[in-house]
């Protein structure tokens, strides 16, 4: 079978916000870009590391379509709604994408 070839496209692709499982609508309703979900039990122990390093990939799958400056943005709003109700989440998060040169901001 011969593969097909990738149709062109005027825009290039971007990965939207929406698309993120850590941005969401929080309990006030508002815009969110750091909510945990509502399942505390998948916050707990290793399951947090694992949902941090989660968040991390989606993080920097973000910045690798989106560039850098688009990412340093959301980093910078992910960290104004830190820290979450789950303290291991956010230290895997930010362990994880530090090693990959996203240092946390001084803000």
């Known amino acids: 079978m011969t ?31 750091w909510v945990m979900p509502a399942d505390s039990g998948m916050a707990v122990g290793t399951a947090a590391i694992g949902l941090g390093r989660t968040y991390a990939a989606w993080f920097l799958l973000y910045a690798e379509i989106n560039g850098r400056d688009a990412a ?9 709604e830190m820290p979450s109700r789950y303290p291991a989440v956010d230290r895997a998060f930010l362990g994880e994408i530090a090693g990959r040169g996203f240092a946390q901001s001084a803000a």
């Open 72 to 80: 340093r943005t959301l980093l910078d709003n992910i960290e104004r």
């Open 3 to 33: 593969p097909v070839p990738p149709q062109s496209s005027a825009t290039p692709a971007r990965l939207p916000l929406a698309k993120l499982p850590f941005v969401g609508l929080r309990r006030d309703g508002a815009l969110g870009h």
